[in-house]
């Protein structure tokens, strides 16, 4: 070897490996400099991931707005920033029914949390449908999706232990600003005549809505959108509108508002007038940047719109 050449190998090889050994920590636990990467599956999952992980924590978030998580299947993208992730955050409670496959898989890899996992089975909705599955759509009671702020803060915590006490400020943060949106939504709703507090709307996403806060619920499909609109469900629910005599249903932001508008016709050819009463965010936040874009914002403008339709 020319002697320029050893040279040059014999710098750069310890150089190399010194590099190598930076870019490369396998299976060390998180760099305390580093950011902990967190993938979410819904909108309302990763709102609630960015305010626990506030600077900590890269959040990305694969459900956007108008996404229907019960029909959501993973993209090639979805599945790498999946396996690049440190954490993955999904609902449970088959939420993410064509998901389960790919989350059994990353479980095996990295902590995959199921963000549902800390309600207790005795507070859970009972779908009438099938048999041992339960209503996925907890966020909508303040004080289940308390609970499941507290399984992200400790999923925080297991990643990244030497960041503990900021999580736990974070997450007690958030946790305060959603009890004065549970105060909120009670107070709006009590403006509302206690004979027209039914809330109408495409799929079964406000059981819990409903139970927490006093009003009562109808879905034109079931706790899934994943099944076929019957003629039939549109005729019951027409029967229900006209015998109740209810002035307005509700469509659905990640729902197609055809079915909705069919059972609104339906009404008009029997006499009684129904209105949409506007659309309201159930299982995907609104557009970035607008104030339903965050879960705080679109729990305000579901209850605001609810009102001022039914008062
Ligand atoms: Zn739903």
Redesign the pocket.
């Known amino acids: 070897m020319a002697p320029l050449l050893d040279l040059f190998v014999r710098w750069l090889r310890p150089v190399t490996l010194a590099l190598l050994l930076v870019a490369v920590p396998a299976a060390a636990p998180l760099p305390a400099y580093g950011k902990v990467v967190a993938v979410a599956t819904t909108g309302m999952i990763a709102d609630a991931v960015r305010a626990v992980g506030g600077e900590l924590v890269e959040v990305h978030g694969l459900m956007g707005p108008g996404v229907d998580?019960?029909l959501y299947k993973a993209s090639q993208g979805d599945v790498r920033r999946m396996a690049a992730a440190d954490v993955i955050f999904y609902n449970g409670l088959m939420?993410e029914g064509r998901l389960s496959d790919l989350l059994a898989r990353m479980a095996r890899q990295k902590p995959t949390v199921a963000v549902s996992e800390y309600v207790p089975q005795e507070l859970l909705i009972e779908a009438a449908q099938f048999e041992g599955h339960y209503d996925?759509?907890i966020w909508f009671d303040l004080s289940l999706w308390k609970l499941a702020v507290e399984r992200i803060r400790d999923g925080l915590i297991e990643v990244d232990p030497v960041n503990q006490q900021a999580y736990q400020q974070n997450a007690a943060a958030y946790m305060q600003e959603l009890d004065r949106l549970d105060g909120y939504i009670r107070e709006r709703l009590a403006e509302i005549p206690p004979a027209q507090r039914v809330l109408v709307t495409a799929?079964d996403?406000f059981g819990y809505f409903g139970l927490a806060y006093g009003i009562e619920v109808v879905g034109l499909q079931g706790?899934?959108?994943d099944s076929e609109v019957g003629l039939r469900d549109i005729q019951n629910l027409v029967a229900f509108l006209v015998e109740r005599g209810i002035k307005a249903v509700f469509v659905e932001s990640s729902v197609p508002r055809r079915s909705l508008e069919a059972v609104v016709q339906g009404a008009a050819g029997r006499g009684h007038q129904v209105v949409i009463g506007g659309e309201l965010y159930?299982?995907a936040l609104g557009e970035p940047g607008t104030p339903a874009g965050s879960f705080v914002g679109m729990i305000r403008h579901n209850v605001d719109t609810i009102v001022a339709a039914l008062k």
């Open positions: 998580p019960h939420l996925p759509h799929h996403a706790i899934s959108t159930s299982d």
